[in-house]
């Protein structure tokens, strides 16, 4: 049967059932006919396009306990997966307490590199998640801290120069690390005029990009002399995410955009920071003595959170409730593939307690 030509109806059709179709697949066509025939409107899209491959590697997580049996420490991604902008997921907070009761060891890790963990830990506190430390929360803009940190970069006396917001300064004042721009060059703008330059500090060792949204010619002009002039600067980035998710009317350059500016100007590549790199987990995998394989990352971004999970041997849930749809999963483009997926966070509750 060939699964490109047949053509579904988005509203009558739930992800649940096409989940199903690729288990049944000689009801397929004769599913979306009779659903379509009953709201009686017209196709609207075209084919999912997926190979057989795929869809058998496609599990729903049926089962939470045996994976629960088997993973001593689960791994959140933040946005999508426990929050949806200020809501909080439905048994987001049941979860967290289950698996703490359960002794297992509870991570959130997030590429948003706006907030400090501090920061963080008040939107946990504000949305009724007071179970949770300031140490489990793993953000990327800790980790341009804890790497810096982790090359013993403030012995050396140089400055960091910051693309990004307050959570990059808060997590550069907490480790003790000089730093320059950010907040403070947000209204600059270059001297252009004949003769005009910008003049960078030959201290500076480390540029961070992070997203920002006053980015600005002054910031990458300033970012550019520094990688291109100051001897070893290293060029860091928090993560590459394309988009963002600024608001819920549409998707919103991430900050690949501002990495790519930086990118493209100095013809360096960053070292990332943020997921899908591993520097983020490897302290709390060697602090708690775990293989790869007793760890699960559950998130709702392919090529993030997932491909993260992948590329570190973890275990890998990710929940539709997110950004990621059944569409996108099942899609004959997407080769990154989770051991398991769940609607949200609620399907990881154990029944047995
Ligand atoms: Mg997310």
Known sequence: MDFSCVAFHTNCL??????R????????VSLCKRRCCHSGSSVAVRGIHMDVTTSAKVKKLSHPQNLLDGVHMFIFDCDGVIWKGDSLIAGAKELITQLKSMRKQVYFITNNSTKSRAAYLKKFHSLGLDNVDAEEILSSSYA????????DFQSKGKKVYV???RGIEEELEKHHIAYLGGESDKNKVPDMRPGGKVVQDPQVGAVVVGFDRYINYYKIQYAQLCLSQNSECLFIATNLDSVTHLTDAQEWAGNGAMVGAIRGCTQKE???VG?????????????????PY???????RLDTDILFGKNNGLRTVLSL?????MENLLSDKNKILPDYYIQSVADLLSKNI
């Not at 739930?14 to 989940?19: E, G, Q």
């Not at 341009?144 to 090359?151: D, N, P």
């Not at 007793?294 to 709702?300: P, S, T, W």
Request: glycine share 6%.
């Open 14 to 19: 739930s992800y649940f059932t096409i989940s």
């Open 21 to 28: 179709l690729f288990y049944r697949k000689v009801t397929v």
């Open 144 to 151: 341009a801290a804890a790497y810096l940190t982790s090359i």
């Open 163 to 165: 693309i990004g917001e």
């Open 270 to 272: 960053p070292i990332v």
């Open 275 to 291: 997921k899908p790199s591993p520097l983020l987990i490897n302290d709390v995998i060697q602090k708690h003595r775990l293989e």
């Open 294 to 300: 007793q760890i699960c990352m559950v998130g709702d």
């Open 321 to 325: 409730s997110g950004v990621t749809t």
